[in-house]
């Protein structure tokens, strides 16, 4: 609450500071309007009324210049308090994702043998590494700020798995720790 107190507070002091400047403002108009009144000679007149009139012209153009600079002050002022208001009262967007267990392919997988990889993929590891390479501009993805994303690596296992099990979507999800949309998704 004391950050809302201190731009209340710099905001009425900025407009006290500005009605003052205002008011002297008027005050050197005034005199002016008094000189140009009070001379006597129409020589002396004339040119001293140009004077007054060219000096009027740059208190005017002083004063609009400090009534617009007072009103974009004002205007940002106010944007900046209710941006402030608002990132504090805004509710960063919330994400579910169901946490499932992917031992097999965290842990097992990692440790198949040449042979092991060849009887559960129908390819060898080397050959799966060089589809993954292959298939990367195309299959990519990048997190978001709700998820995060299937590594690719895993993306191209659910594929060939599916193709050489012909397992079903939910045993596969199992398997992987995805959901069983994500399966029939790598695939499409």
Excluded at 72 to 89: D, F, P, S, T, W
Excluded at 123 to 146: I, K, N
Aim: with cysteine; net charge neutral; hydrophobic share 35%.
């Amino acid at each position: 609450m004391e950050d809302y107190e201190i731009v209340v507070f710099f905001l009425l002091a900025f407009c006290f500071f500005a009605k003052q400047r205002q008011a002297v403002l008027q005050r050197r108009l005034q005199a002016l309007d008094e000189e140009s009144a009070e001379e006597d000679s129409c020589e002396q007149e004339s040119r001293e009324e140009e004077e007054i009139r060219e000096e009027r012209r740059e208190v005017e153009e002083i004063w609009e210049e400090e009534e617009r600079r007072l009103r974009e002050r004002r205007k940002r002022r106010r944007n900046r308090v209710i941006l402030e208001a608002l990132q504090q009262h805004r509710h960063r967007p919330t994400s579910w994702a169901v946490t499932r267990n992917n031992d097999w392919w965290e842990r097992i997988v990692p440790g198949f043998t040449s042979t092991q990889w060849v009887q559960n993929f129908r390819m060898s590891e080397e050959t799966f590494r060089y589809l993954c390479g292959r298939v990367c501009p195309a299959m990519e993805r990048r997190d978001t700020s709700f998820r995060v994303c299937v590594p690719l690596t895993k993306r191209v296992a659910i594929a060939v798995w599916k193709l050489a099990t012909n397992a079903d979507y939910r045993s596969i999800g199992h398997l992987f720790g995805v959901s069983k949309k994500a399966p029939c998704a790598g695939l499409l």
